[in-house]
Each structure stands twice: as C-alpha cells, then as structure tokens.
C-alpha cells in the first residue's frame, strides 16, 4: 500500500506568454511536455508513485495501468485544488512513463512536480493562442515556498523573475551500436520465415543504439533541439526519458478520446510519398493491421469512429496514419486508455501474445521504456498519452540508450528495414550532434 500526501495546487494565470523551452531548469529529470509552442514545463516533486518489475506476462499487463491511474485519483481526490484556467493541464498535473514490458527492470513511474509552467491550446513555434499558467503545488500545510526544490525555484524565477537558465549544447557524441546491424537483418529474415508459417502476421522487431557524449549530457539542450526541430510532434522529458513522438494513444476530449495510429513509413527521399504509402499493398497491409487492432481494443470501452488513412509528413519522415475517435461507455481516463492499447500492433505485433513472445525470443537487448506510454494526467480528467518513440533514456554523465523499430511482415525486405530504423534513429541522433 501507499501513503496519500494531502496536497494544494493553485493554478493563476500569467500576464505574459512565455516560450517554455526556455524555461527547462533540470540538466537531469527534466519534465516537459510540448507541442507547437504550446504544453508544460515542469520542475521538482511533490509527489511520486513507482512501479516496480512485476512478474506478469506482457499480455496480461493492465493492471500496473489501473494501480497508477488509482493513484493517481487518490491523491487528486485528496488534493486541495485553486485553479483559475480550467482548462487541460492547469490545476494538479502528473508527468508519467512506463516499461514496454511489466516485468522490464526499468519500472514506471507518476511524478507530480512542484511547479508547472504551461501553456494551453493550439499553437504554432513560439507563438500560441493558449493562456499561459503558473501552478505551484506542495503540502496543504506548509508554505509551499519552503517545500521547493532548487530546480522548482530556478523555474519560478525563470518565468516570474526573466532569468533564464543557461545551459552548453552536446559538442560531439559517437554511437555504439548495442548489436551488429548484420544480426538485425537476420533476425528479420528469421521473423519472415515465421510469418510464413501462419501463426503471426506481423512482428515489430527493434534496434538500440548507445550513444557515448565527449562532454556531460544535459537533457534541456536535447528537449529543447527537439521542440525547435518536429514542433508538430510531442516533445517530452519525463524521468530521465526523452524524445519527440508522433503517435498520439490517447488525449481527452470533452466527448471522449482521440487516438492517432501511425504504421507505414518512408524516407523523405522518396519521390512520391503519397504514392509509395498509400500505393504500397505491404505498407497498407501493415497499417490495416495496426488500425484493426486498435479499434478492437478501443470498441471494449466505448463506440469507435476510424478516419480514412492519411499521409502525415514530418521532417525526417512520413508516415501512413488513421485517427480514431472514441466515445467511452465508462469513465476511464486517459492513462487506462492508453493501458488498453498497449502494446499497439504498431510496436509490438499481430496477434500480440505470439508477437510478444517472438520479441522476447529475439530481441537481445531490453526495450525499456521505449514504445510504451509517455503522458501526463491532469485534474478533470484532462490528460495526453503518446508512444514513447524517436526517445533515448539518459543513463549516466555522458551515456543514453535510444531505440528505433519496424513492423515486419511477410513481405519484408531486410535492408528497407534496416534503414527505416536508421531514418528513425535520426530525430535523437541530432540533438546528441551525431
């Protein structure tokens, strides 16, 4: 069992909008989330709830979901709350990342912060029509001035004060690939072959590369290359994982969820990108794939509306994806939501338990928390949860492990694969300056 800490979260509007990857104050453990200018920056905690390893199967993996998300209503339910936006993200906040895998040695965890910049609604770089907020968050009987950490103070005079934390870029960085790419391209030969014999139709089989920095890593120069660089995607920085994700599992609306689907992808050499996603039978049939089972998993909770698939572009990139809105038949927030899809057929496989089982049988090295989700949750049941993609976990000084993967099927082609996984490497392995 868990203590419940009784806190307050007062919420007050900012006279001034700022640019919050301006604002990250934490060389480690950072927490961020942003998208188009807009998001949250958060410093310290308040609070925090981990998961450790468990023994259950991946397939049978929901309940660390439910424990989190009780927590997490436990202490919203237990929290004064004074919030004068009302909107998503203002109020009390928690940043959350978890495993791939329940029993993976890297755990999960909920971390409520100390203090909170954001900035809600839509917006585009630096510019955004949101309202900008400042919550502080900390015991209901103590000044909260005094609970602060120095990172949650350098945030608040960071934006209440202008004085701006200073920090160096990553000068020069080499990668340690975590196995031979040969090995890769016979594993995938190896998944084929399966494949053919009929009792799996797709496997998403993952690389991890090393990197090794020349000078000290700080997370505030990758979140904010990252931010600067695929604006249109998630940029996030929770408990020492960082990355920018395109793939959306599920944001709260006031009707339900929305889920963005993403499977099937090119480089942007490619001539005609429309043509070779939407004209490839393998990318389409990898992506009808990914779609089928994330709305079977959706239609256990609630009445599902799929979109027709569409070509989303971003820098390195493009991608084949779906959006799918769900109206829940219970009230389920987004954390459980996301619990319920994951792992997508987009990272793990079809059907999932063969699929898992393959990954664990072939995969040499432990996913950590890569392709699981990364989010926050908020007071109203506000909250976001994406795929914790294009992501390195900070591991030390001068060393991170990132991860890229691809769906095989049967048609598979080694070598395409290997470089879509190096297409995918490249959001991360630029903010480390390889």
Not at 63 to 75: C, G, K, P, T
Not at 194 to 207: C, L, N, P, Q, Y
Not at 305 to 326: G, K, M, Q, W, Y
Not at 381 to 398: H, S, T
Request: aromatic share 6%; proline share 6%; charged share 20%.
């Amino acid at each position: 069992m868990y203590t419940i800490p009784h806190l307050r979260a007062q919420t007050t509007r900012l006279p001034k909008t700022p640019e919050l990857a301006a604002l990250l104050t934490s060389k480690r453990q950072q927490l961020a989330w942003l998208r188009n200018g807009s998001g949250l920056v958060g410093a310290g905690q308040a609070a925090r709830f981990d998961l450790d390893p468990t023994s259950q199967s991946s397939h049978e993996d929901g309940r660390r979901f439910a424990l989190a998300s009780q927590w997490w209503h436990d202490i919203e339910n237990a929290a004064e709350i004074r919030d004068e936006i009302g909107q998503p993200g203002s109020g009390l906040v928690s940043f959350g990342s978890f495993s791939f895998t329940p029993h993976s040695p890297a755990g999960s965890t909920l971390i409520v912060p100390q203090v909170v910049v954001g900035i809600t609604g839509p917006g585009t770089g630096s510019q955004t029509s949101g309202e900008a907020f400042l919550t502080l968050i900390g015991p209901d009987d103590q000044d909260v001035f005094t609970t602060l950490s120095r990172q949650a103070k350098e945030l608040l005079d960071a934006v209440l004060v202008g004085v701006l934390p200073q920090y160096e870029p990553i000068r020069t960085a080499r990668v340690e690939p975590a196995v031979d790419p040969e090995r890769y391209l016979a594993d995938i030969e190896s998944i084929t072959r399966t494949i053919s014999e009929g009792d799996v139709t797709k496997v998403v089989i993952a690389r991890q590369l090393d990197v090794v920095a020349d000078s000290s890593i700080d997370e505030r120069y990758l979140i904010s290359h990252l931010a600067d660089h695929f604006d249109d995607c998630w940029t996030f920085g929770v408990d020492g994982l960082v990355g920018a994700t395109p793939e959306l599992l599920a944001q709260s609306s006031a009707d339900g969820v929305f889920t963005r689907v993403l499977a099937g992808t090119v480089g942007k050499d490619a001539a005609d990108t429309a043509t070779e996603l939407l004209g490839s039978p393998k990318i389409l049939h990898e992506h009808e794939v990914a779609v089928t089972s994330a709305a079977e998993s959706l239609r256990k909770i609630g009445s599902v509306d799929v979109t027709d698939p569409f070509v989303l572009e971003l820098p390195n990139v493009s991608h084949l994806a779906t959006d799918i809105r769900t109206t829940l038949a219970s009230n389920a927030d987004a954390l459980q939501v996301a619990g319920t899809l994951h792992p997508t057929a987009a990272l793990g496989g079809t059907p999932t338990v063969r699929a898992l089982e393959i990954i664990n049988d072939v995969e040499p090295t432990d996913r950590d928390r890569f392709g699981a989700p990364v989010g926050w949750l908020g007071s109203g049941n506000a909250g976001q949860w994406c795929v914790a993609l294009r992501c390195a976990r900070i591991d030390g000084e001068f060393g991170a492990r990132a991860w890229a993967g691809g769906g095989i099927v049967a048609d598979s082609d080694p070598q395409a694969e290997l470089a879509e996984t190096e297409a995918k490497f490249a959001p991360i392995m630029g903010a480390f300056q390889v």
